[in-house]
């Protein structure tokens, strides 16, 4: 299957369902407190797609166990909920989270301090955030999914941290995953042309140290290699003929 550009009817459905999500995320971020479980942000995260009467997109794919990844500092992306793990005062946490409204799938992630954090935490924060946001400005009609990976990649090493290369940001709409696949970093005008329609995962992927990432025995939890934190930002958009549009907002 190659890239699919999505109709305003499908797109509507996934401006309803990426608002559900979108809301679903800041309760989530709202609840993060130090002596917390991940485990509580899973749960919580179940009763909200209750709540709001839809399906988890996460749970089951490819034998992945939870509805939300949770992950404290220097767990990059994946990190499986559990009872064990209590969140402190001082650290990060990143809560990834998609749903399935009328058979639209929505992904979105943010991250979040635990209390008051180290001012270099909330630089890795408010960075990782930007480099998102420079590659959703990029996400219009005429550019290529190079010129989102290039804008991902110079914020996030403008400023002295690296990015992850193993994990892509990915078209989603009818699956979690779909083509193409956005790397964190990339050449401007390589890759694939972006068109009015075409629903994209937008994430940006980024390590306070060095670029690489361990895979853990649960095959999902992914850790950075040097110790040092992650952190992930990451929206669903609709790509326009000047501008793209955020859905999980
Ligand atoms: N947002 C994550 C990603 O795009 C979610 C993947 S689905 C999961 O990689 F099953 F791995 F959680
Ligand atoms: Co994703």
């Given at each position: 299957?190659?890239i699919?550009?999505?109709?305003?009817?499908?797109?509507?459905?996934?401006?309803?369902?990426?608002?559900?999500?979108?809301?679903?995320?800041?309760?989530?971020?709202?609840?993060?407190?130090?002596?917390?479980?991940?485990?509580?942000?899973?749960?919580?995260s179940?009763?909200?797609?209750?709540?709001?009467k839809v399906?988890?997109?996460?749970?089951?794919?490819?034998?992945?166990p939870?509805?939300?990844?949770?992950?404290?500092?220097?767990?990059?992306?994946?990190?499986i909920?559990?009872?064990?793990?209590?969140?402190?005062?001082?650290?990060?946490?990143?809560?990834?989270?998609?749903l399935?409204?009328?058979?639209?799938?929505?992904?979105?992630?943010?991250?979040?301090?635990?209390?008051?954090?180290?001012?270099?935490?909330?630089?890795?924060?408010?960075?990782?955030?930007?480099?998102?946001?420079?590659g959703?400005?990029?996400?219009?009609?005429?550019?290529?999914?190079?010129d989102?990976?290039?804008a991902?990649?110079?914020?996030?090493?403008?400023?002295?941290?690296?990015?992850?290369?193993?994990?892509?940001?990915?078209?989603?709409?009818?699956?979690?995953?779909?083509?193409?696949?956005?790397?964190?970093?990339?050449?401007?005008?390589?890759?694939?042309?972006?068109?009015?329609?075409?629903?994209?995962?937008?994430?940006a992927?980024?390590?306070a140290?060095?670029a690489?990432?361990l895979?853990l025995?649960?095959?999902?939890?992914?850790?950075?290699?040097?110790?040092?934190n992650?952190?992930?930002?990451?929206?669903?958009?609709?790509?326009?003929?000047?501008?793209?549009?955020?859905?999980?907002?």
């Amino acid at each position: 299957m190659g890239i699919t550009i999505k109709n305003k009817k499908e797109i509507d459905l996934m401006r309803v369902g990426g608002k559900m999500l979108g809301d679903i995320v800041e309760e989530l971020g709202r609840m993060v407190k130090a002596g917390i479980s991940s485990w509580d942000i899973e749960k919580k995260s179940q009763a909200l797609l209750q709540h709001y009467k839809v399906k988890p997109a996460f749970l089951n794919y490819l034998g992945y166990p939870c509805v939300s990844c949770v992950g404290l500092n220097d767990t990059a992306v994946h990190g499986i909920p559990s009872k064990d793990e209590i969140l402190n005062e001082g650290d990060i946490v990143s809560i990834d989270m998609g749903l399935i409204y009328q058979g639209m799938y929505l992904d979105h992630a943010v991250t979040v301090p635990v209390g008051k954090i180290s001012s270099e935490s909330a630089k890795l924060i408010n960075v990782t955030r930007d480099a998102m946001k420079a590659g959703i400005n990029q996400a219009k009609e005429g550019n290529t999914v190079g010129d989102i990976s290039h804008a991902i990649q110079t914020t996030a090493e403008l400023a002295g941290f690296s990015v992850i290369r193993q994990m892509v940001g990915h078209g989603v709409g009818y699956q979690v995953h779909e083509p193409p696949q956005i790397p964190c970093f990339g050449e401007k005008g390589t890759g694939e042309m972006l068109e009015e329609g075409m629903t994209l995962a937008i994430e940006a992927m980024v390590n306070a140290g060095g670029a690489e990432i361990l895979i853990l025995e649960d095959g999902w939890t992914t850790k950075t290699q040097d110790g040092k934190n992650s952190a992930i930002f990451e929206h669903t958009i609709v790509v326009g003929e000047k501008k793209s549009e955020i859905l999980t907002e």
